[in-house]
Each structure stands twice: as C-alpha cells, then as structure tokens.
C-alpha cells in the first residue's frame, strides 16, 4: 500500500480548493473555474472540485441557485487540459477511466437550478459542462464549440447525449460533425444558449439578477418545476402528466402557497421558507 503524508494530502486539497472556488452571496452560490491562465482547462482537480463542490451547495439551505462561472477574461471554459500528462492506454484502460470519473454527471443529482456564466471560450468539455447546466446566459464575445472529431475523437462528457435534448438532433449533428465555432448570437438562434447579455461587461450582474430573482421564489416549487420538466426529456406524455400532476398536488399544501397569497392581498414581498 502507498502511504501519503499528511502533507502531500494537504496539497491535493490545496490544489482542488485553488483550481475551483466557491462563493456564496444573497442566496446564490458561485462555482468558479479557477485557473485562468490556463483558460480554466480541465484537469483532475477540476473534476474532483466541481462534483465536491456541487455537493458542498447543495447541503446548504441558505443557498437557493447555482451559478457556474470561469475565472480570468479569457473564457469559461477551453476544454480539456491537453498539458495533463497520461500513460499510454488501451480502450479498456480510458474506458474504465473515464468511468471513474463522470463527473459533469454530478449535475444531474443537483436538485437546485444551475447557471451558467459564459464568456469567451466554452469549448469540448467546457461546453458540456454547460450543457448539463439548467440556464446557460452567453456574453456577446462567447465562442462555443465542441470540437472532437477533428482530433479524432468524439465528445465523452456528454455532449453527444446533451446536445440533440437542447438544438434538436439535425443541428446537433452539425455541430458535432462540423466542429464549427459559434457566436453567442448563433448559439441563442438555436436555442444553445438561453440568453445573451447586453454587453461582455454586464454578464455577472445580469446573471446575478436572474440567479436572485429565481432565489426570491419559494425553494420547493422551484425544485419541483425543475424535476418536472428534466423529468420529460426520459419520460413519455402520459407518465410526465402523471408526475405533474403528483408534483403540483405536493406543493398547493404547503405554507409557502399561503404565504404567497397573503402577500399578494397585502401588497408586500413574500418571505418564503420552503415549507
């Protein structure tokens, strides 16, 4: 058996903490891809963060929305870190790696909504990363791509599976098939991107107005409109009425409902609980 000492451990936890940063600010929480020299490739460190951090928000009441953001002017996100340096392998040998890791796949657990804040390059993984994310607001210099087969590869974080849910499966292809770059504004046609900012320097505080006007609503509805419609993208017609149904029939007794009326008769801002 190896054994680490108790420093070298301390220095891995280091180098996750530094390469993903967490923030928390009027019911929002902030992951922040933090390693902008590198145009926040992604690396183990990434991979561990991101999953550690998710979980780390998601056990926190006070924290209604998530909010995923690259550091530094440069992107949100180039895409896997080609520096990383691996042993030659066989298929087996990725396959079992690339198991262990799925980590973009953390997001699918998350009950709370996530955004993402994309600016600059969001490319290959970088982009299926913000795939799996709920909202994703583009400034107008982003740049999207997922660029695999021209390196002889595919997408392996989801991108193939992700991609025909959002754009359709026709533009999916394209995307996948052609490589080809597109602007913010090429993206939002599609429907890639949910929306655009008005300015690169406007993206943080117009993300940060979407992220605290959907923290204001109550907690438990939120999650629940969200299982509902990620619900319908697996389920067929029938069994997704169903499970409105079931949903909406949870939440009308709840303390919050009331308390939503009331404030509207009493023309104030509702305080909800998720009760």
């Avoid at 107008?140 to 991108?159: F, K, M, N, R």
């Avoid at 299982?227 to 909406?248: M, N």
């Amino acid at each position: 058996m190896t054994m680490v000492s108790k420093e070298a451990a301390m220095a891995g936890d280091a180098a996750v903490e530094n390469a993903v940063r967490v923030q928390r600010e009027a019911g929002v929480g902030w992951i922040v891809l933090n390693r902008p020299g590198q145009i926040n490739a992604i690396n183990d460190d990434i991979r561990r963060g991101v999953p550690a951090a998710l979980a780390e928000i998601e056990a926190d009441p006070a924290i209604r929305v998530i909010v995923i953001r690259g550091e530094g002017p440069r992107g949100f996100c180039a895409g896997a870190d080609i520096k990383e340096q691996r042993q030659a392998e066989n298929s087996l040998q990725v396959r079992r790696r690339m198991e262990k890791a799925r980590w973009i796949e953390a997001l699918d657990r998350v009950e709370k909504p996530v955004i993402a804040a994309i600016h600059g390059f969001c490319m290959g993984g970088g982009l299926e990363l913000a795939l799996a994310c709920d909202i994703r607001f583009a400034a107008p210099d982003a740049v999207l791509a997922l660029p695999e087969t021209g390196l002889g590869l595919i997408p392996g974080g989801g991108g193939t599976q992700r991609l025909p849910r959002v754009v359709g499966p026709g533009r999916a292809l394209d995307i996948l098939l052609t490589g080809a770059r597109m602007s913010a504004q090429e993206a939002s046609a599609i429907g890639l991107v949910t929306r655009v900012a008005s300015s690169k320097e406007a993206l943080l505080a117009e993300v940060t107005a979407l992220a605290q006007s959907i923290a204001a609503k109550p907690p438990m509805a939120t999650a629940y409109v969200k299982q509902a419609a990620r619900a319908a993208q697996q389920l067929d017609l029938k069994s997704g009425l169903d499970l409105e149904l079931d949903l909406f029939a949870m939440l009308a007794p709840m303390q919050d409902v009331k308390e939503a009326a009331l404030a509207f008769r009493e023309k104030r801002a509702p305080q909800f609980t998720g009760h």
